[in-house]
């Protein structure tokens, strides 16, 4: 299941249990996410209706896809006997924190949403890296 370092099942995985932890994250925190976007339940039902909140879930796991099978590279260019729990997860504490809450910094504060939508949202995004890390680490090439 190894091509050039990548365990493609790990990917695989990997992408899969995050998906459903921010399944998880974002049923928890709906009405807080909500408030903090900006969206009400007429939004929400509008989004059910015409199909974008279907559009959404296939885009969401495709990129929980791509995410996976990028942090499965950089942590495979660690070297060799380097694909590990440990490694995943600190690979995945640094691209969290070097693009994802950077980004996430950047655009919510020109939407004038900084804070509590930061907070969810980055948080659920360190939660990804860090389970798709420690998988793709345990999986090994």
């Known amino acids: 299941?190894?091509?050039a370092g990548m365990n493609y099942l790990?990917?695989?995985?990997?992408?899969?249990?995050?998906f459903?932890?921010?399944?998880v994250w974002y049923g928890v925190l709906a009405k807080q996410w909500m408030a903090a976007?900006?969206?009400?339940?007429?939004?929400?039902?509008a989004s059910k209706k015409d199909g974008s909140s279907t559009r959404a879930m296939?885009?969401?796991?495709?990129?929980?896809?791509?995410m996976a099978w990028v942090l499965a590279g950089l942590i495979g260019?660690?070297?060799?006997?380097?694909v590990t729990v440990?490694?995943?997860?600190i690979s995945g504490v640094f691209a969290w924190l070097g693009f994802i809450a950077t980004t996430q910094i950047t655009n919510h504060g020109f939407q004038m949403k900084l804070g509590r939508l930061t907070l969810i949202d980055g948080g659920h995004w360190l939660g990804v890296l860090l389970?798709?890390?420690?998988?793709i680490g345990a999986f090994g090439t």
């Open 37 to 45: 976007a900006g969206i009400n339940d007429e939004m929400m039902a």
């Open 131 to 135: 389970i798709q890390g420690a998988i």
């Open 10 to 18: 790990a990917i695989l995985v990997a992408a899969g249990v995050a």
């Open 20 to 23: 459903m932890f921010g399944g």
């Open 1 to 3: 299941m190894a091509f």
């Open 58 to 66: 296939i885009a969401a796991f495709v990129s929980s896809l791509v």
């Open 77 to 82: 260019h660690l070297g060799n006997g380097q």
């Open 86 to 89: 440990y490694n995943g997860i």
